[in-house]
């Protein structure tokens, strides 16, 4: 796009690639706790995009669009180090129904229900469903789990979160562990193994999950986060 003086015209680009912000915004909001806000993640966003367009060189041999993707999501990472994106609450309820999930399946045997774990947890379903909210199933593996006692600078948002396409199964390079997942996902109950399906196989944002599934957005926030914690359950032993 140029202007009438064969300029690139900057803001009209801006404007075009705007919803490419937006989706990936939107795609990372679902890894990240409730006060981190999406509408900072935009902002932050479309400053990376118009960085992108100043570095941006055709000859490079690589697609604007994905010279972009990397600038935005590179701006974005870079607000969320600077913030104290997940809270040492998100952390301790995340791992709080990770022990009542595992304490459970070896006294049922089977996968508990949801209405069992809240009972468990000596919590209404509604408290219980707004602490899955609220914990938002952040990580497959945290850090310490990865790579104990050693200081590691690659952290969790860089493995996790800077690369859409990179999900929990993607980032399994040991083929042991790849299976073991995969087998775990399987034993999901079926809605939460099609909110997995959806969104780390085919891209799907929550209020895209959410109109399939027919209920609201932050019902399916609730439902990745007990399937991340069913999950890591499962893979604690790997």
Known sequence: MYTAHGQLDRDALIRQHAPLVRRIAHHMIAKLPPNVELDDLIQVGMIGLAEALSRYESAQGVQFETFASQRIRGAML??????????????????????????????????????????????????????????????????????????????????????????????????????????????????????????????MNLKEIAAVLEVTESRVCQLHSQAIARLRTKMRPH
């Open 78 to 203: 870079d607000e969320l180090r600077e913030s104290d994106w997940m809270s040492r609450s998100s952390r301790k309820g995340q791992k709080d129904i990770e022990v009542t999930i595992r304490r459970l399946e070896q006294r049922l045997g089977r996968t508990p229900r949801e209405s069992e774990i809240a009972e468990a947890m000596d919590l209404p379903l509604d408290e219980y469903q707004s602490l899955l909210g609220k914990v938002r199933g952040t990580q497959l593996f945290y850090l310490e789990d990865l790579s104990p006692g050693q200081d590691d600078d690659e952290g969790y948002l860089d493995r996790y979160v800077a690369d859409s396409s990179s999900d929990p199964m993607a980032m399994l390079r040991d083929h042991r562990l790849r299976t073991a997942l995969v087998q775990a996902i399987e034993g999901l109950p079926e809605r939460e193994k099609y909110v997995m399906g959806m969104y780390y196989e085919h891209d």
